[in-house]
């Protein structure tokens, strides 16, 4: 199975930071990365695709980069409507994982 | 409007069943492969089953096999989740999910529906 590590697993930001989050793959996924946001009470969002593709309609302060093992989650400035957890999740093979997730807060 | 209805949820006692539904709307429900994914009470997520458009590949996480069944009814546009044996580690909060077909990301969730596994 892959595993995929998350880090840090929470961090706190100010509204306007920007906000870096990495994710390490077991083994080589290429770019076989998806983003997600999840709000407290709600289902999961899907950011970015493919390591570094942006789902529609999501803001483009967010981004997405790697290949191989490492990849990167940015929020390039950060707004209040982003104080979420966000997961990470190889879509490369069976069975599929996530990360054990990052919690953005408020400083 | 994409729209994923999870139903069936609830309190069941350990080594009972439970039969998961979701009903889909708003997108071409038989070009779409579709997942089972869950999240236990604080923790992270994780994923529980999958099926092809077509049915014609299934996979399940080693925590469920042998214990879950999934299935489809593309005529209905329903998604379902046959759940038996439960334990309380099975506890959580599950929500379907849909990918574009080939591919193996979570385009789109449902609201979930709770399962409590207790006695």
């Known amino acids: 199975d892959i595993q995929m590590t998350q880090s840090p697993s929470s961090l706190s930001a100010s509204v306007g930071d920007r906000v870096t989050i990495t994710c390490r793959a077991s083994?080589?996924?290429?770019?076989?990365l998806a983003w997600y946001q999840q709000k407290p009470g709600k289902a999961p969002n899907l950011l970015i695709y493919?390591?570094?593709s942006l789902q529609s309609g999501v803001p483009s302060r967010f981004s997405g980069s790697g290949s191989g093992t490492d990849f990167t989650l940015t929020i390039s400035s950060l707004q209040p409507e982003d104080f979420a957890t966000y997961y990470c999740?190889?879509?490369?093979?069976?069975?599929?994982?996530f990360g054990g997730g990052t919690k953005v807060g408020i400083k | 409007e994409v729209q994923l209805v999870e139903s069936g949820g609830g309190l069941v006692q350990p080594g009972g069943s439970l039969r998961l539904s979701c009903a889909a709307s708003?997108?071409?429900?038989?070009?779409?492969?579709m997942n089972w994914v869950r999240q236990a009470p604080g923790k992270g997520l994780e994923w529980v089953s999958y099926i092809s458009t077509g049915s014609s590949t299934i996979n399940y996480a080693d925590s469920v096999k042998g214990r879950f069944t999934i299935s489809r009814d593309n005529a209905r546009n329903s998604l379902f989740l046959q759940m038996n044996s439960l334990r309380a580690e099975d506890t959580a909060v599950y929500y379907c999910?849909?990918?574009?077909?080939?591919?193996?990301?979570?385009?789109?969730w449902g609201r979930g529906t709770l399962v409590t596994v207790s006695s």
């Open positions: 999740q190889q879509t490369h093979s069976f069975p599929l994982t």
């Open positions: 708003g997108f071409t429900f038989s070009n779409y492969n």
């Open positions: 999910a849909c990918g574009l077909s080939g591919y193996y990301r979570f385009d789109y």
């Open positions: 083994q080589d996924i290429t770019s076989w």
């Open positions: 493919a390591a570094s």
